[in-house]
């Protein structure tokens, strides 16, 4: 059954940005939200994260902020770098109808490829 859908990766030039969405499905929503990303022959590593109850986290170029309904979340990644290249997860805790449903899910991840 999925749960979290990411959208959003692409090809993109050295300075560019993208926006990445994390999508909960099934009448689930999100609390805690993080995004990782991995690159190949490498653990995945944390790009930043939001807690229940927060809505939005800039870090540098990064900035993870979610709708107001909770189903969405938004990773706005500006002036990308060739470093920036990988696949990009969310990792969520899901709730439904306001009670807690389960922690740790994760969606099928996005490829974010960051070259000239």
């Known amino acids: 059954q999925v749960r979290l859908v990411e959208s959003g990766g692409a090809l993109v030039q050295p300075g560019e940005s993208l926006r990445l969405e994390c999508v909960a499905h099934?009448?689930?929503?999100?609390?805690?939200i993080r995004w990782y990303r991995q690159v190949v022959g490498k653990t995945r590593e944390l790009v930043t994260s939001?807690?229940?109850g927060e809505n939005i986290n800039v870090k540098g170029r990064f900035t993870l902020s979610r709708d107001n309904t909770k189903t969405t979340v938004y990773l706005k990644m500006d002036n990308l770098q060739p470093d920036d290249t990988g696949t990009y997860f969310c990792?969520?805790?899901?709730?439904?109808?306001?009670?807690?449903?389960?922690?740790?899910?994760w969606g099928q991840g996005t490829r974010v490829t960051v070259s000239s």
């Open positions: 099934s009448a689930l929503s999100i609390a805690g």
């Open positions: 990792n969520a805790d899901l709730e439904l109808a306001r009670e807690t449903y389960g922690y740790d899910y």
């Open positions: 939001i807690s229940k």
